[in-house]
């Protein structure tokens, strides 16, 4: 029969503190008899290629301009 988890105030700070703030991703918590052992956070950062494509134009035509 598996152990009950429990999560002092100690991980749930800890938790929380990988969960805030993260737009996009994961956090992976491995537990071990019954214990947390490991918290793991994945971030991703989304582009938006739009304004990417916008910057990237407006750099061009600043330059162009420049050489004229």
Known sequence: MAKPLEIDEVWQERILGQVS????????ITVHDG???????TERKRFDNHN???AQTAATNTSAANKS
């Open 35 to 41: 214990r947390i052992v490991q918290i793991e956070r």
């Open 52 to 54: 990417t494509a916008q």
């Open 21 to 28: 703030g993260l737009e996009y991703g994961s956090v992976l």
